[in-house]
């Protein structure tokens, strides 16, 4: 029998998604504040391999979230509350909310991967360097990496205020997500 | 099927909400401040004005000016200058503690949508727990000078306002009784 709310892998994942994405758009705002690399100025090391490492995991998180999300589906949503509108307009935002963040990530990467600079997931494991050196794309990527990010804090907002006004109604709907 | 917990309180409902989306944004200022202080080391670059670099192609990658780049250099030597020398270690070990509150909050304001029974309690101790490590941050920077008062007192400030609040709206809603209603199935 469907559940009526998520899994609880399908809500651990997206608390730590929510966790790990302001967490990634606080610390970019202060670590682009910070002096451009040199032999002598390392400030930028640590908050942009912290980053990338970020970026680069949450790409997995959503991959799991999907899975788990589509595999074992929570019971339709029954709250008379939800107006078709609604759950269009809710629809829409998960979907685009997927894409954005999957592309946000994704760009930051490949940015990355052509900027010269070597990538060690989580300073473990040495990725391959299979991009080369190429100002063109690091700053293609680099362009499409802050657009992206930029759309996804607003879709972040449009999701939190769906979000919020469902748990001031008190209609149960939030409670899908909040599972202990 | 029916569930027999209670229908959530209205009240537990919003205060929960509101407590898992302050509670994932101090997360991530706290956890931000911690690696500031981490990466921040007062014997580093910045304080001995060691020559910057700033390539031409790099400040438009960037998009920035050569003065802005150089700013960039004076703005880390101005925390490491007017940093007393007890801060980053203390503040390291609060921001710690705090990301870890911060967090605790965030199930507690799960719990609180959830209306389990533990959770009004918990929701009074995070939320106080929270406002307490804002107020001794804000003595620490008081502590300091002018131009670390100018970067923290308004935002800590902000926060022991909303975590107040958050602690008075635990304690009024605790003292409010819940609706105990099995759910029909």
């Not at chain 2, 609060?94 to 967090?103: H, K, N, Q, S």
Request: with cysteine; aromatic share 12%.
């Amino acid at each position: 029998m469907q559940k009526p709310g998520y899994s609880k892998t399908a809500v651990t994942m997206h608390w730590l998604l929510a966790v790990s994405i302001f967490f990634l758009f606080i610390s970019s705002w202060w670590m682009l504040a910070l002096p451009l690399p040199s032999a002598d100025y390392r400030y930028r090391v640590l908050p942009f391999q912290l980053h990338k490492n970020m970026g680069m995991t949450l790409i997995m998180v959503l991959a799991v979230l999907l899975y788990v999300r589509f595999k074992h589906r929570p019971a339709p949503e029954t709250s008379h509350e939800m107006r078709p509108w609604m759950h269009k307009l809710a629809v829409i935002d998960h979907i685009i909310l997927y894409i954005v963040i999957f592309a946000c990530c994704l760009s930051g990467y490949l940015s990355s991967a052509y900027s010269g600079w070597t990538t060690t997931l989580w300073w473990l494991v040495d990725l391959p360097d299979w991009g080369h050196e190429d100002e063109e794309l690091n700053m293609l990527f680099s362009d499409i990496h802050l657009w992206t990010c930029w759309a996804l804090l607003a879709l972040v907002s449009v999701h939190i205020s769906g979000a919020l006004y469902h748990a001031f109604r008190n209609d149960g709907v939030v409670r899908r997500m909040l599972r202990l | 099927m029916t569930d027999s917990r209670p229908v959530t309180a209205a009240w537990a409902s919003c205060l929960g909400i509101i407590a898992i989306v302050f509670g994932i944004l101090l997360v991530a200022a706290h956890g931000n401040e911690l690696l500031k202080q981490v990466v921040i080391t007062a014997d580093s670059a910045a304080a001995y004005d060691l020559p910057l670099r700033c390539p031409v192609d790099e400040l438009t990658e960037e998009g920035i000016s050569l003065a802005e780049c150089e700013m960039m250099g004076a703005n880390v030597k101005s925390m490491i200058i007017s940093r007393p020398d007890w801060f980053r270690t203390f503040q390291i070990g609060l921001m710690t503690v705090g990301t870890i509150v911060a967090f605790g909050s965030i199930f507690v304001g799960i719990a609180l949508v959830d209306y389990r029974n533990w959770a009004p309690k918990a929701a009074i101790i995070s939320f106080s727990a929270l406002a307490a490590i804002d107020i001794i941050g804000f003595i620490a920077v008081v502590n300091t000078g002018p131009l670390m008062r100018q970067l923290y007192l308004w935002e800590i400030f902000l926060w022991i306002t909303i975590h107040l609040m958050m602690s008075a709206g635990a304690f009024a809603g605790r003292r409010s009784k819940s609706i105990e209603a099995p759910l029909a199935g």
